[in-house]
């Protein structure tokens, strides 16, 4: 068990100082262009989570996200009295990323954020993004998982208004940091909510998809016949 | 059969989102430089489609794309009665997806788009993109025909002039948004009819190649006999 | 063998298509900024490279590329007889996917690039990048050549100075072509000569460093005594 | 051996003609928009490191790094006798990437970098870097290690405030470059050594990790029970 909060606090405070720290080199070295600061941010984002996933992932699910810990928990994919630990581990890392990622840019460990991100549409982008996200944990095959929540997260960095957080520790992390990635901690409770909200609905649409496959059990329709019709 | 109509239409909703939705979050960030733009949008396309497929394939088979449909069921892979509910699934989905986007962004739900993109030479890119995407569907092997859709489509947003619809359901959704990724309803029966006319030349090719091989069943003649001749 | 040959000038076709058309779009909405032009044909080539390698590799091997067939027949793993077939198809589709590229953006069909490229400098980039570009071909497993390729093709786009042509037969279409990736026919013959030379050099390599090894029969040493370690 | 030290010296050398030869393609075209040379330079050592791992990794290992040949050896998987010459043949070989890289580029074979990188936050970021990289080679599985690795630099690259050398023999081929990818060699030392701190701690980490398991043998917790409560 200590091995597993060890893999998700290590692992959270890499995502955190990947997050933040491309943050802060993006913008620094874009010169005013806001869109080619969050296209480094996105690259480093995705790169830096395949690789966590994949290197945590086998001891204790990699899941560096309260929202995902809840959903497992739920579902009896995470045992009720590991719930608890894994969000405090989660939490710590994320603080203890964000402040590696100040030390290495020279600026104060210490900061709150003062960048506010509020309104119904990022909101709705929060519960979206969450959404895409718990879907994909509860029916990737496990092979591809790391590679999966990577691109979707990169994709929700720009589809979504709010940039995709999609997950309360990163919220919490960024709250540390008033930097291009922080978020101010008014604007936390409501991203969380959502966050929230978004992952009871994939848990939903889980339900109605139906059961998730074994890898070749099944194939899609569209080319298990087609060999035949040659 | 209401599963693969529910994996329809949220897959495609999910696909509108991202290709809208980061079409406007680039345009907003990119400060004025296009190209900077459609990379943002081409990245986001590429691995949200990416997940998609992954996501509902197993379901549905993950078409997302009316032009896909109508080949398969006219090849026998998809049954007849299936096609009519798969094409209303995508649309619909389509159509939520565009306003999905504008809510997250704050804009009209309800929009029409006035951007024109005619023309023969676009016609033609229309045709060649949906050419290479339906020879992927047909002839990918079912591990890899995720990436390899993904792929094809983030190599045609830059390679063809039309930056590449190639899906009747993506020239619907993008009628119904006045965004970066729009496209104005006088312009969208031609890119139709060019994308079926590019589906047919696919299924034509499929055919002049042979059959599609199954993974490991034979060996590029490049790489079969260099071991012995190390 | 008409169907081998047909693939390889198909994906010849589509390959040029891809490197000439994507040159196009960044250029035109790059906004004068070089590096973000060649990102975005750096990209599509990327991207449709990997495809076209997948899709066509267990037709014909997927060569698209006289200097990889003439390796080829040289080490026995394609019939003499089919090396002169090869390479006309490759340089017909060559020509055929720059005709396509100017058609899908309304230029002349018939160009003749003025693009000067010369110099020591981008002769020995030219041996460099084919020189890599056959050692992958000559060593890489059969299920990754498609990646790899595609991967040291982009890597070259960006640290060779010659861009990386890396091909003949991309030579010849982009010679047809007076756009970003076009090159000036008196250029031309000292490219080929030096993609040759590293495509001679690879072979050497290949030699020196020993058999390709079947995927399994070898664990890397940094990696196959660590658990016992662990 | 011969042939593991040929591999080890000609990966390192094609890796830093990737690094320091993007680095000069990147910042003459990028227009004085540092980000997007980062980007290029980023893309290219991705997309390079990738392809020579899993071109040499068969032969040599391919470390191409003093400090993961280091931390290999002190665990028994690589002879105490291969070390020095390992380091050589790395050291040797990053020489001649960057000499080569100059002649592509036709400057000055012969230079040492102006470029000064110090101080306690680039420190810090050398060893969060190369920690990162060695729990990498440690832990990940051989199939991925050549795709991990080269996605943990690529963010690096962004999240660190250093650049991410995380590679002494890197540090080395750098210090003989005065162009964008340079370090000038009053700053190489404290790099080094912040460099073995980093890996130190790593094997540290993978200790209190525990061993790492084979694929397929422990499914994460969060995917094992799912199908049941579908």
């Known amino acids: 068990m200590l091995r597993r909060l060890l893999a998700e606090a290590l692992g959270t405070a890499l995502l955190l100082a990947v997050v933040i720290g491309s943050g802060v080199m993006g913008q620094r070295l874009a010169g005013g262009n806001v869109a080619v600061a969050l296209l480094a941010n996105t690259l480093a ?11 945590f992932g086998p001891v204790s699910g990699a899941h560096f996200n309260p929202a995902v810990s ?22 710590l890392g994320a603080a203890a990323g964000a402040w590696n990622a100040h030390a290495m840019y020279g600026l104060d460990v210490l900061q709150w954020s003062h960048h506010v991100r509020a309104g119904a549409g990022q909101w709705l982008a929060e519960g979206v993004a969450t959404f895409g996200l718990v879907l994909v944990v509860l029916r990737a095959p496990t092979a591809r998982v790391a590679a999966m929540v990577a691109a979707w997260i ?11 957080f999609a997950n309360p520790a990163a ?7 008033d930097t291009f990635a922080g ?33 070749g059990a099944r194939v899609a329709p569209s080319h298990s016949t087609l060999d035949a019709h040659g």
Chains 1, 2, 3, 4 share one sequence.
């Open 45 to 55: 984002t995705i790169a830096g989570l395949y690789v966590l996933i994949e290197l």
């Open 70 to 91: 809840l959903v497992l928990c739920a579902r009896g994919a995470l045992p009720r009295a590991a719930l608890v630990p894994y969000v405090a581990a989660q939490l």
């Open 154 to 164: 990169g994709a929700a960095y720009w589809f979504t208004s709010s940039t995709s």
């Open 171 to 177: 919220v919490f992390g960024r709250m540390l940091s």
């Open 183 to 215: 978020i101010a901690p008014a604007s936390a409770p409501a991203f969380v909510v959502a966050e929230l909200a978004g992952a009871a609905a994939a848990v939903l649409a889980h339900r109605l998809l139906g059961p998730r496959l074994p890898a």
